[in-house]
């Protein structure tokens, strides 16, 4: 699932190339996609999509103010980053498509707009004939798409989100921490506690903060605190630094890593071999020496992690 740094980059290319243009219509291509009812998609046509952001693992489509207003703003000023365009976006209506690409989902320019694409969840078209397709790789269909009137904050699926990763102070996630008193790999995979994080970035902070993956959240000093808070910050920003050299979102497999699709290699940091706890849907990669005192795991869901 693609995680912080992937959506940050993509939200980034999707509004560089999208935004001041007006919607012509959308087109749910799957009946289980749109998971609102009100507002009706097509209060959205022919306003102007803004911008195009995130939150955790959601992307955020903001429609507002038409077109014609936007790109007299822009010809004015001679940029798209003027205090002027700016005021006129954040005056725009307030409609905004959530996205949640889920597995094996992607938002990415249609060029061909197919009757019947494959894989075909969601499409939006655009008064400039350009358009934005929804796929979904599978047969899960578990994509989604809410349209929300105003604050999208305050209303599912993003109201019960933690703060994003990469905008958490040491102080509140240290309170967070004390107060799970859960495992911590879990506790940073979980959107409730932190938005973005998922299994490859859990797995590459825990190993960069040099902490065992199962070692309870409750009992973590001030220092390894600041220590899994530096690795959030690092981890992220290595993640996004490589996904903007991308120009479409980058598989899991490419992206930077130093232990997550490296089981049974030699870790970067010492000879160690690079290890793992097997799950159904999941795994847990660590290196003995850097995070378990150089114990070996039993390779389990039972197994009882170095505290």
């Known amino acids: 699932m693609p995680e912080l740094p992937e959506i940050v980059a993509h939200a980034e290319r999707l509004s560089a190339a999208f935004s001041g243009v007006a919607l012509e219509r959308f087109e749910p291509l799957h009946p289980a996609v749109l998971k609102t009812f009100n507002p009706r998609p097509d209060a959205v046509a022919g306003e102007t999509l803004n911008s195009v952001g995130h939150r955790g693992k959601f992307l955020l489509l903001r429609f507002g103010s038409s077109s014609g207003e936007i790109r007299a703003a822009v010809d004015a000023t001679g940029t798209g980053n003027s205090s002027a365009v700016d005021h006129i976006r954040e005056q725009g209506s307030g409609l905004v498509f959530v996205v949640h690409l889920m597995q094996a989902g992607r938002l ?24 934005l397709l929804l796929t979904e790789a599978g047969k899960e269909r578990r994509a989604g798409v809410w349209l929300i009137d105003g604050e999208p904050e305050e209303c599912e699926p993003l109201a019960r989100l933690g703060p994003d990763a990469d905008s958490i102070g040491c102080d509140e996630l240290a309170l967070r921490l004390s107060a799970a008193s859960e495992r911590v790999h879990g506790f940073l995979r979980d959107q409730s506690h932190l938005a973005g994080i998922g299994r490859l970035l859990a797995n590459e902070i825990l190993h960069s903060a040099r902490i065992s993956p199962f070692a309870n959240t409750s009992r973590f000093d001030e220092e390894a605190v600041n220590r899994l808070h530096q690795a959030i910050s690092t981890s992220i920003e290595r993640g996004l630094a490589a996904e903007r050299e991308l120009e479409d979102m980058g598989r899991s497999k490419n992206r930077p890593n130093d232990v997550h699709h490296r089981v049974g290699q030699q870790c970067p940091n010492c000879e160690d071999k690079v290890r793992s706890v097997e799950y159904r849907r999941y795994r847990v990669a660590y290196c003995p020496t850097c995070q378990t005192g150089g114990k070996a795991l039993a390779d389990n869901t039972t197994s009882r992690f170095l505290k």
Do not use: T
């Open 108 to 131: 990415r320019s249609d060029a061909v707009q197919a009757l019947k694409p494959r894989n075909g969840m969601a499409r939006w078209r655009f008064a400039d004939s350009s358009a």
